[in-house]
């Protein structure tokens, strides 16, 4: 079930290339938002893996319920019948969904369990007491490095599911969420077997120009101040085009990000040698000269591409809130600066940059064992 963001397949899918690899199994993906549902129709990578292998997917659409605290009379009269409307629709919806539970062995779902979309499958659990498994995984290739979660919060039914995990360095923060059966699986954008199949895919995708990556981050309350974006967007660009005459820039924002704003704001500072692409990082992460990251673990497919990656990114100012040890891709090495002397200084000794990294890939980087069925 696919509750949180695209940034989910960005797990599955190099779980399932390996999966495929040693099981006949059947896969069917069901979204439970219909922004996200539609990316996902609209990105050919996506579309490729899901056709190769005969993926199935679907639409069911979760209504979010409208709070009523700061509504006038009236609205909140017509709030509560909506609500109440959705809660019947959400119900059925949910009985319907006994014919999935019994026909699966498997279901999996983002690990924060978004409870709206994901209440049928334990009801059903319970009710049936059935020895179903349920496996849970993060939205994206974070790397928690002997931390705990911020508030130390706990996932609702934690004990009812097995929680995939990158690495031993990650179990202190699955404990503490309450994850009490915990299998590692190591990086799965690390797998050979995923990084064969995007190879094969970049292979039709033709790119003739050198050119720099840069993989931004939406503006949010907890990760990018507008301010920071605006500056990091556009000194990034700025250094590249006084450092490297005549390249492009690629630019792989955010799944979540507002293409339009990277343009105007590039636009207004008479940037325009770039390109906005929504395709898989790694179709160019292995053919760029540089890789750029605003805290994203896209910068990841950079480091296991081997090519020189630089973590560059202002800290916003409620980060410390959600992130206590700051960027955890500096904490594992990975080489990370926030302004542009020190930008300008690694672009000038990019072999110092793959030394680095590549001794940060060989200390985080496992053989991943999917052997959880």
């Known amino acids: 079930m696919i509750t949180h963001s695209l940034g989910e397949l960005d797990v599955l899918f190099p779980i399932f290339s390996k ?17 996200i549902y539609k990316k996902f129709i609209d990105n050919d990578f996506y579309q490729y893996f899901t056709e190769k292998y005969g993926i ?87 790397i928690q490095y002997d931390t705990p979660p911020a508030g130390n919060i706990k996932t609702n039914y934690a004990d009812k599911v ?20 915990q299998h590692i699986i190591g990086y799965p954008k690390f797998y050979p077997e995923w990084i064969e ?20 981050r ?3 309350p907890f990760y990018m101040d507008k301010d920071k974006y605006i500056e990091l967007l556009t000194s990034s660009c700025k250094l590249i085009n006084s450092k490297f005459k005549n390249l492009n820039i690629i630019i792989k924002p955010h799944p979540r990000e507002n293409n339009n704003f990277i343009n105007k704001t590039l636009h207004s500072e008479n940037i325009n040698n770039f390109i906005i692409s929504n395709d ?31 973590e560059y990114y202002i800290e916003a100012e409620k980060f410390r809130e959600v992130e206590p040890r700051g960027s955890l891709y500096k904490d594992i090495g990975i080489i990370s600066v926030n302004n542009k002397n020190d930008l ?23 053989s991943g064992d999917v052997n959880f069925l």
């Open 162 to 181: 097995k929680a995939l995990v990158f690495h031993k360095h990650s179990e202190l923060y699955w404990n503490k969420r309450g994850f009490i059966n």
């Open 19 to 35: 999966l495929y690899k040693k099981f006949h199994i059947e896969v069917e993906l069901v979204f439970t938002v219909k922004y």
């Open 218 to 220: 939406d503006i949010h």
């Open 197 to 216: 199949l995007v190879k094969n895919y970049s292979s039709k995708k033709v790119i003739k120009k050198k050119f720099v990556l840069i993989y931004t």
């Open 280 to 310: 898989t990082s790694l179709v160019f992460s292995s053919s760029c000269i540089l890789a750029i990251s605003f805290w994203t673990s896209a910068i990841l497919d950079a480091i296991c591409s081997k090519t020189p990656a630089i």
């Open 56 to 142: 199935k997917s679907s639409l069911r659409n979760i209504y979010k319920y409208k709070k009523l605290s700061e509504l006038s009379l009236l609205n909140k009269i017509i709030a509560s019948i909506k609500n109440i409307g959705a809660f019947a629709i959400i119900f059925f919806r949910g009985i319907l969904f006994i014919k999935n539970f019994l026909t699966y062995n498997y279901f999996m779902h983002e690990y924060t369990n978004q409870l709206t979309s994901t209440w049928s499958l334990y009801l059903f659990l319970n009710f049936f007491k059935k020895s179903k498994k349920i496996f849970v995984y993060i939205h994206g290739h974070a």
């Open 344 to 366: 300008e200084y690694y672009i000038s000794n990019l072999d110092e940059v793959t030394k680095n990294n590549n001794f940060v890939l060989e200390k985080i980087r496992k």
